[in-house]
């Protein structure tokens, strides 16, 4: 069972944005990598390109600064967003220290990381090794 | 919502500030493919005959391909399209980065400028808004720090993406480049000069459009195929472990690397130059890549002994061999510095060489003085090969039209007009194009699609690497064009008509669907029955492997005929001077030559294949099997003679 998402620190990531797009048509059946759960922040003058993921932190920030409840574990034990819950207010955004979640505008709805449902998209999609999935 | 079958182009009127779109129907994507097949054909239907390429009537065409945006692996691409300011004729030029994708996420599928402004414009694009926003404070800037202003204005538009000119092209330097994420650029023919006379400085794209695919089970299944094989293949590594620059040393010594201005086909200490030196000797910082590219055969390097902070994107095999080779600066940072300042100030590295060697070549048989002042500084320089300084200011002169540069700026044949004496033998070039760095004289498929090359002698617009048989997937392409792998040799002319008329084809499709030939054509890892599965499980438009070829020969044909109508005909598909006329020596002593005769047979056959008369004009029969004939009018070809 994969619990958690990890960059490998020996890879540099190229900045592709391959994983964007694989997550994106996966949760949204669209391309749109601004709604991606990985967030790769690129700096194009010095191309330095970087990923944000979720931790799926013990004691997650998100969940314990939702005013609503709205982020539980799933049957598989991942942290998710429940989107009836779910007012938009984006405080678990501000929270997470990673940088991991975002909001959907359009929907006025936080989405965060949920590896997937166990085959995760963007680390099969990332050409550089940069993600990785740790199994335990 | 946008529709998966169409191609929604926004029209933008400099003149008055107007814009409107236009949407193409699943017709004409079945016929154009989207991209540079929708580009062309508007060139055609809007830029009239003889139009002033820095005047009103031409336009500016920026088409990304038709599958950019998705996460087909090297489909980030951006087909750019104008009448050339270099050639009077059709020019395409194409850009990496992440501009594309951008334009794609605003909604829109491509777009056209139309007219100049009074005032320097940055067009900026969202989902909802086109906004003609003064440039007056960018204007002086390089490429790098007008993208990084722009970005920081619009910091409430994250990943907000710009493409721009640099200094070269508000000073209307003939080769001026469009450049995007920084260092991508759409290079050769100054189109970039062409947005210079439109004063446009940049246009910036924000989209929140996500793209749908129409059947995105099957796409997702090609994907994953041309995956497989983009990791499989040994050349798509090797291009991420050296990049393009990697193919110095193989040249050198199989006599193929334009030393000299063309004079020689190899040199000493090669490595020197070389990509695996960029590797191995500290100058590689870190590898980049283009939106959705699993390559990653772009890099970010730096100088190490010299010019101390000179950083930047690349260098290519282009931008090392025209400074390396072509002026004998056999100096990594040197190099680098040249590559550098071209970013910077916005020029096509390949034309800024070029030009240089002539000047270094002119002096040297003293029709230039082999001496020149910086008016600037009042620093003297020699005007020789080898003179590394001499190259790094003249780039600085050029695009600032200083004192020799001015001259320069024109390029080598106007360069070479007014200089007069036999200066115009060494001027490589062809309908006013400098030529890229790829020897013909003994790539005889390369030597044939340079000569029909309707924007000039360049390898961007057939690529056909296969004749060098290099690759297992090189000799399988040679042997399912002729039938037999034997015809994979360079030097052989057997075949070649075939063999440039397919990868003429193939680059079509390439940059309409907006692939990269790095993908498509050099490595062979995304063939045309993928690109014709991509296209079709993207769009639900049905495209078999046969359709996607003869959309690609009604594109070649539109783009001929564009040239036609301006009075081109036989005479001009020919190679440069100095590759007709003098030979040159690999390192076994083997001399090779291109000869009129020799061109002369390869082009016949050609032309039949096109179905083309003598004079290398469409046949009217042509033009009508392709649908053609509502778009080339009776008459377009006369040109009065």
Redesign the interface.
Known sequence: MITKLKVNKKA?C?????CE??C??FH?????P??SRVVIQ?N??????KPYICQQCKNAKCQSSCPNNAINPDKNGILAVNLELCDGCGICIKACPFRAMGMD?IKQKAYKCDLCNGEVKCVK?C??NVLIAEEV | MRKVNECVVLHVNLEDKSHFTEVFNEEDMKKYLGGRGIASLILYRDVPKNTDPYGQDNILVFAPGTLV???A?TAGRTTVIGKSPATGLFMKANMGG?WGAELK?TGYDALVIHGNSKEWVNLVITDNEILFESADCYLGLGV?ET??QI?EKYKDMP?ISVCCIGQSGENLVKYAGIFN???NTAARGGLGTVMGAKKIKAISCYG?????LHD?KKY?EVVEYV?QK??NIGRCTYYKEYGTAGGMIGLNESGTLPVRNFQAGNMDNVYDISGQAIMEQGNF????????????CKR?CKTTTKYIGT?S?GPEYETISVFGAGCEVVDMDACLRANYLTNVYGLDCISTGAVIQWAMETAENGLLPNKFTDPATGIEYNLEFGNAEAMLILIDMIAFRRGIGDLLAEGVKIASERVGGESWKWAVESKGLEQSRVETRNSKAYALAFATNPRGPDHLYGQPMAEGGFSPEMRAIIKHITGDEKYAVPGSTEMKPEIVVWHEESYVMTDALGFCSRATLSTYAILPEDMAMLFESGTGIKMSEDDIFESARRVINLERSFNMREGVRRASDTLPWRLMNESIKNPKGDRSMNSTEELNNMLDQYYIIREWDETGLPLLGTIKKYGLDTIIREGDYDNGN
């Open positions: 540099q190229v900045g592709c944005r391959q797009l694989a994106s048509i949204e059946g669209e391309f749109s601004w709604l690129r194009e003058i010095i191309k330095l390109s505008n999609a050409p550089a | 945006g998705t996460n692996p992440h996420y790098q993208t990084e970005e990943g994420s920084m260092y929140r459009t996500g793209i749908r995105t997702l995956q983009i990791k910082l870190r590898w980049e890549s283009c939106f959705g590219c699993t390559i990653s970010y950083e994107g």
